[in-house]
């Protein structure tokens, strides 16, 4: 390959499949990639930190269905490196433990090709360490061994030294073997190792689907049948296993294995989406609304260059104090000009983005909607005053016809607006289907309403969600819901994502004993 084109592979190790376990270099690596050759065990949640363009290429192999055999994938990221591209090879666990990294490694050296690795978390460790057992431990063993499950069915014999290794190491630890755990088993049983030796088997190992089956050596080929235990999961064979009585940490917290799914806006759902997986919740991320600036900026610019005649500015959501700065630095200004002018914010978090600038909202209703805000300014005299609402194109008209009422002069400017966006439906589909969506949480009357839509139809949704828990984060998106058929199972106690979160921690905790059907 010419040198001068600048093409260049990166082998990169995805991790076992968390997210919070992808490193920092293979995130740099995704972003500056023109191309991604990714695997079946690589989480495609990785692939949101590719640049707009980039190839996206699926090769993964999922036991004995291979997308594109090993000497295909070889020559792709050849054939993309000698176009002069960036290429990222992404791979489960780390590309060089039994991740056919090395051959790969060898084929871009044959070929000429400037080449990193950067290594992954593999499975080996994370996967036993989220189940509660530590690999080695000064009480039960400083050796631990990896080895593959699955050797090379075209080897005449096994290249495994299986009378040195069943009793050469105090862990065992086998990746891809769930296949062979029965002859795993007996094989290490016929060379030394106790039938009594603790073991466990764990299927997809720091996914919020994670399942853990423990046994002795005799008897774990059965539990893991009965089970129903397939892979991708690892082995663990070893008296440390015993440990997970006292550190299973991962499968102890408790939104453990609920699949739910977020439709809040992606670029205001990540610390909704964060609280959730901590709790260890598999989130579906699936917003139903996008917020982009109004048709025209207009409406919004005139209102601020008469800022001086406005004695109130009413906020109603965070959107609308960051589209509403937007335009106050377009037109040259900064908050020197709101002097003299009184803000309102609806709730807490709206609150926060003035106080994050040395501003003190002078009205933070103690409820967070509409209807309180009209209360607040009930105990004053607001006859003639001048109220600026900043806020969506399109949302309830409560508040500024209450005000209007009382005798306030209120102008309403779009802000900003909500859109549906483009969704690929296949997924979510598929599982509300299978029925292996365990909740639905809307934060807005706007993603109940594209949720629905999305579907096409309310009467085969409505099938699909018998068994869902619906949360809504207040009663009005809650009556959003209903009316479009949908069973509210919990509402948020005070309108915030951490109330709703508690809501939902509480309600898995204590089925029908938490928040209650409306």
């Not at 104090?321 to 003299?340: E, M, P, S, T």
């Not at 599982?431 to 706007?446: D, E, N, P, Q, W």
Request: charged share 25%; proline share 5%; hydrophobic share 40%.
């Amino acid at each position: 390959m010419d040198q001068d084109k600048g093409g260049k592979v990166y082998l990169v190790g995805a991790g076992p499949g968390d997210p919070g376990l992808f490193t920092l270099k293979g995130r740099e690596c995704i972003a500056e990639a023109d191309v991604i050759v990714y695997d079946y065990l690589a989480n495609r949640a990785f692939l949101d930190h590719a640049k707009e363009g980039a190839e996206l290429i699926y090769v993964g192999k999922k036991g004995a269905s291979h997308t594109m055999a090993q000497g295909e994938i070889n020559a792709l990221i050849v054939e993309w490196a000698g176009r002069g591209k960036v290429v990222v090879r992404l791979k489960g666990g780390d590309p060089f433990i039994f991740g056919r990294g090395g051959e790969e490694a060898e084929e871009l050296v044959r070929a000429g090709v400037a080449f990193e690795v950067v290594p992954g978390v593999t499975s080996a460790v994370a996967v036993p360490a989220y189940a509660g057992i530590p690999l080695t431990h000064r009480e039960y063993t400083s050796t631990v061994a990896f080895i593959t499950g699955h050797e090379d069915p075209t080897k005449e014999a096994s290249r495994i030294a299986w009378d040195k290794l069943a009793t050469g190491a105090g862990t065992l630890v086998f990746l891809m073997g769930v296949g062979n755990l029965s002859r795993i088993a007996e094989t290490l049983m016929a060379h030394g190792r106790s039938p009594q030796t603790p073991a466990a088997v764990i299927q997809r190992g720091t996914f919020a689907g994670q399942r853990t089956v423990v046994g002795v050596l005799a008897d774990i080929a059965m539990g893991a049948e009965e089970k129903g235990i397939t892979a991708p999961a690892v082995i663990v064979v070893g008296d440390v296993v015993q440990l997970r009585r006292d550190l299973n940490w991962f499968e102890e917290r408790p939104l453990f294995s609920k699949r739910i799914v977020v439709t809040r806006a992606r670029e205001q759902a990540s610390e909704f989406l964060k609280q959730l997986s901590a709790l260890g919740a598999e989130c579906i991320e699936f917003p139903t609304i996008e917020v982009v600036p109004p048709e025209s900026w207009g409406p919004l610019d005139k209102a601020i260059q008469d800022l001086e005649s406005y004695q109130w500015l009413l906020f109603t959501s965070v959107n609308g104090v960051k589209f509403f700065l937007q335009r106050l630095k377009a037109l040259g200004r900064d908050v020197r000009q709101l002097k003299g002018v009184k803000i309102g914010a609806i709730g807490p978090k709206t609150a926060s983005v003035w106080q994050d600038m040395g501003i003190s909202p002078d009205l933070v209703p103690g409820e967070y909607r509409a209807e309180a805000v009209v209360e607040s300014f009930k105990r004053e005299e607001h006859k003639g005053i001048s109220i600026l609402i900043p806020r969506a194109l399109h949302a309830r008209e409560v508040l500024p016809e209450e005000l209007r009422k009382m005798g306030a002069r209120v102008d309403v400017v779009p802000a900003y607006r909500t859109i549906r966006p483009d969704q690929d439906m296949r997924r979510i589909r598929d599982m509300l289907k299978k029925g292996t969506i365990h909740m639905v949480t809307f934060t807005s009357s706007s993603t109940v309403t594209n949720f629905v839509t999305m579907f096409g139809g309310e009467t085969e949704l409505q099938d699909w969600m018998k068994g869902v828990a619906v949360a809504c984060i207040g009663p009005v998106t809650a009556k959003t819901a209903e009316k479009h058929g949908l069973s509210v199972t919990l509402v948020a106690p005070e309108y915030t994502m951490e109330s709703l979160t508690h809501a939902i921690v509480d309600y898995f905790g204590h089925p029908g004993k938490g928040p209650q059907p409306r």
